[in-house]
């Protein structure tokens, strides 16, 4: 019956097949001769054979060992190899990233941050996916990806009918801006309301979404009439009608801030605080049952962190 052989044993065996003798195994592994010949004994010894015969101060390999060397190549590298992958990992250079986002942020933010996070790892893969949030919030429920990025105009009536205990969500909220174009009489107002809006055509998610109620809201409780002109999926859709000067929008910081960054100089819009508030929230969303990697876990500190950011940067002010 064999006995147990190590790993330090077939590295001592590989380096004395790849050598030819036990002195330059030793110098190459940095260790004494005794200690390498001892590890070659044992090993001999687990194995019940010699693998080597001795011809004065040759070794010279029976064609057993010819076997055991590929087999202890194969298992020192794949070793190797997996160390490696392992550091990787630890160090967030290494691994794969499933991401599912709502549509407005994953036509540009989310790519552009994607792309700034993986930047200097190449072996990180990513896929990146678009779905409605409440797509998004099943998907992560059926654990199909590692993180999803949502808001919570429709979380409140899907997460019914979704037990809590099949995701964690961490909630970033905030206030939404007031899309004007450029040359608009209200463009220079510090802050816009409800009633400077009245009757003006505007632009609006699709009935449904929490936030056209909580507008409709804004403008009943000011007296104001919200004269809906075009309606979109997300809000990204609706800046090309701004643009145009047709309507004025209520949008959340996070759309404006991707129409920000594409247009640069050539902007068109301006936003601008809206009052009374309507607020709007963010959901970072992963599935609870199976805890993140550690390229994950980073992923979206590091993702929230830049959330915040842009929600800080227009809170209660202009976004130029």
Known sequence: MLGR???????????I????SVSAAARNLNRTQPAVSASLKALEGSLGMALF???????????????????????LDRLTATRSNMEGMRNRVRGS??????????????????????RGAPDVRVTLSTR???????????????IGF?????????????????????????E????????????????????????????????????????????DTSGALFNVKVDAQYFLPLFNFVEAEQICAIVDPLSAK??????????????????????????????????????AKTFSEEWLRYVQSIVDSTSGMCAQ
Do not use: W
């Open 150 to 174: 949502c808001d919570l105009g429709v979380t409140d009536a899907i997460t019914e009918d979704l037990p809590d205990e099949l995701f964690k969500m961490v909630r970033v909220n905030c």
């Open 97 to 118: 990233l499933r991401i599912v986002a709502m549509p407005g942020p994953s036509a540009f933010l989310m790519p552009d941050f994607v792309s700034r996070f993986s």
């Open 258 to 295: 991707s129409y920000l960054l594409q247009k640069g100089q050539a902007s068109g819009i301006k936003f601008v605080k809206f009052e009374p508030a309507v607020p709007f929230g963010y959901a970072l969303v992963t599935p609870l049952r199976r805890p993140p990697s550690l390229l």
């Open 53 to 75: 015969h001795r011809e004065g101060r040759r070794l010279v390999a029976v064609p057993e060992a010819r076997y055991l060397l590929s087999e202890a190549s194969e298992i």
């Open 17 to 20: 097949m790849n050598t030819g």
């Open 5 to 15: 052989m190590n790993l330090q044993q077939l590295t001592v065996f590989r380096e």
């Open 132 to 146: 409605s949030s409440p797509q998004i919030l099943n998907l992560i429920a059926a654990q199909s990806f590692d």
């Open 176 to 219: 939404c801006l007031c899309a004007v174009p450029r040359h608009h009489p209200l463009a220079d107002y510090p802050s816009i309301t409800a009633a400077d809006l009245d009757g003006q055509p505007m632009g609006t998610l699709q009935f449904g979404h929490a936030t056209v109620s909580d507008t409709q809201n804004a403008f």
